[in-house]
């Protein structure tokens, strides 16, 4: 008969195969392929079985072992059940002797010798010293029997009967519903019963072995509720991951702190006592995840408060609040409209409000970003107008002013750059490593990437969606992580540019993979009407914080300075002192030539 697919089967041939191994969405990884044993680079998690399709492969191109996993069962001898029911051992119906040695021993150990009674716990005929349990179903059917060694020295310390139908000891003393209690030992089963009315049951090999599931799961479906008493060692409690992947019932733990120091239920009872045991088992608690926190813990936050770097633009501050710690902002627009000159006015506005910048320009060289950028923190007091010989004006910052800008940001502005060479036995740093380096080591807080392609040489145009993807949401965790914000200037879609008269721009119009607007928390389009010069239009199409937008008709206008490079509001202009100047007042009477009037 064929063999009928039972997920169980990988957890019990992965733990033959004593390998470690995780879940990651519907892939059991392990951490080295049993075939190859991760090669001689000892690669690791390259190994996996799906577990809705049972299909394994192995990833490393050498090996490339790869099959359903009844062949992974062939090849390492892991018996299956091809429609034909395994036989099991049968055991004598005859009722078991309770020996005084057995009660002796127990009631040492804190049990109750009623307890030691009601679960048949004996000793053999031939060795007083090897304790018997027997493991009886819920119908009262002997399925297993183990055996323990009191006083270890010669041979094994735990064994049980070969052939033996594993499952929980302690079933047949169950109720039928309710809460059912879950240990790692037999002995620490019987303390939790020697202190009240319990359903408890312990696994039969410990905490590694969970060949019992399949003969036990429907029973356990009748419980509630199941509460983990397993052994706390180096800070965690045993049976706790497998058993929250395997059980469909809620699960509650005992808390660490209510082990009192001690490892099992069994020590527990001997040094404080049976308050002690049911104090644990009241207070259990759900498993803690590390991904997830209880709501009522969040602290409540005022946006306000929360700390951000304002554009500058005080009507774009007023839809989106600002740029908030944590995010990234994805900034788009037509090629040559102005958005690069608009994100260096971000990194000015950031540098004004005391924060250290770091920007990558994939298309502009150094000198031509700083150029631009000290003319926007000069503004047009304090620039020399020329003309070049082909009657073109100029702009260059007055050289007094150049210096103290200079003066102002060094130390707190730092560029990527794009000419360095490494040494023939140095490894070329990609632009992520070394903006991790630099925020970490300079402390900086706002980033400029410019542009999302340009930053991205290292993927092949196969991979060029799947690799945006991965920047993008890399960018998103470092600066959840470093509590930073994130500027990032990506090209839109050709067709978007073209059909803009007759659309309202959105999300989709941003080239690339559609991951990249996903994950960015701010999304900000700025682009010029074909009959302006000096006008723009700045658009919020999205905006995680708040929802509120700015789009179409909405749109926020700006006006833009040749000589200053500036991109301002009308209500703001373009008079701003930045803080290089302390103590000059800012021009709010600034009068706009004739050649940059927005009208």
């Given amino acids: 008969m064929s063999y009928e697919w039972n997920q169980q089967d990988v957890f019990d041939l992965s733990d033959t195969l004593t390998a470690e191994k995780k879940i990651i969405a519907d892939e059991l990884f392990f951490k080295y392929c049993p075939y190859c044993n991760g090669g001689q680079n000892r690669d690791k998690n390259t190994f996996s079985i799906n577990l809705k399709t049972g299909t394994f492969h192995c990833f490393r191109s050498s090996c490339g072992k790869s099959g359903h996993f009844v062949e992974l069962a062939r090849d390492f001898n892991f018996p299956l059940d091809f429609g034909q029911k395994k036989a099991y051992k049968t055991f004598p119906t005859k009722k078991i002797q309770v020996r005084p040695k057995a009660i002796e021993y127990l009631t040492g150990r804190g049990i109750e010798a009623n307890v030691v009674k009601r679960y048949s716990i004996t000793t053999r005929k031939d060795n007083e010293n090897i304790l018997v349990f027997p493991f009886y179903d819920e119908n009262k059917i002997l399925r297993m029997v183990k055996y323990r060694n009191t006083k270890p020295g010669n041979g094994p310390k735990e064994w049980g009967e070969k052939d033996m139908m594993p499952i929980l000891f302690g079933m047949d003393q169950c109720g039928k519903s309710g809460e059912l209690i879950i240990t790692e030992g037999q002995i620490d089963a019987l303390s939790v019963a020697s202190c009240g009315n319990y359903n408890v049951v312990s696994v039969p090999n410990g905490a590694k072995g969970f060949s019992w599931f399949r003969n036990c799961a429907q029973w356990i479906g009748r419980f509630d509720t199941v509460v983990v008493f397993g052994d706390c060692e180096n800070g965690k409690v045993s049976l706790v991951p497998e058993l929250q992947k395997l059980l469909r019932s809620k699960i509650k733990v005992i808390r660490q702190a209510d082990y009192l120091g001690e490892k099992d239920a069994n020590d527990i009872l001997r040094k404080y006592g049976k308050n002690a045991i049911c104090f644990a088992i009241e207070h259990a608690q759900p498993p803690k995840m590390d991904c997830l926190k209880d709501l009522s813990t969040v602290e409540v936050v005022d ?146 990437i410019d542009n999302l392609m340009t930053a991205m040489d290292d993927f092949t145009k196969e991979d060029i969606f799947r690799g945006q993807s991965i920047f993008v949401g890399k960018l998103k965790r470092f600066a959840m992580q470093h509590n930073i914000v994130i500027v990032l200037v990506a090209h839109p879609k050709k067709q978007a540019t073209q059909q803009k008269k007759i659309r309202t721009t959105d999300n989709d119009d941003v080239a690339g993979s559609s991951d990249v607007t996903n994950k960015a928390d701010t999304v900000l389009f700025f682009n010029r009407p074909a009959d302006t010069e000096n006008i723009g239009v700045l658009e919020v199409t999205k905006n995680r914080i708040s929802g509120r937008l700015a789009v179409g008709k909405m749109g926020i206008q700006t006006v833009y300075s040749a000589s200053s490079k500036r991109i301002c509001s009308l209500m703001d202009g373009v008079g701003k002192c930045y803080g290089w100047e302390n103590d000059k007042p800012a021009d709010d009477g600034f009068v706009w030539s004739q050649e940059e009037l927005p009208f």
């Fill in 303 to 448: 946006l306000e408060k929360m700390e951000h770097i304002k554009t500058g633009n005080t009507l774009l501050d007023r839809v989106i609040g600002g740029f908030y710690m944590g995010q990234v902002i994805l900034l788009s627009g037509k090629r040559g409209n102005g958005k690069s000159t608009l994100a260096s006015q971000f990194v000015a506005e950031a540098l004004d409000q005391g924060y250290g910048v770091f920007v990558y320009s994939g298309e502009l060289p150094d000198f031509h970003f700083k150029h631009w950028l000290d003319l926007q923190l000069a503004g047009p007091a304090n620039i020399l107008e020329s003309e070049n010989v082909l009657q073109r004006k100029t702009y260059r910052v007055k050289p007094d002013a150049q210096e103290k800008i200079n003066e102002w940001y060094r130390g707190r502005a730092y560029i990527y750059d794009n000419g360095y060479v490494p040494a023939s036995d140095d490894e070329i740093s990609t632009i992520m490593e070394v903006m991790e380096n630099a925020v970490r080591l300079y402390g900086l807080r706002f980033v400029l």
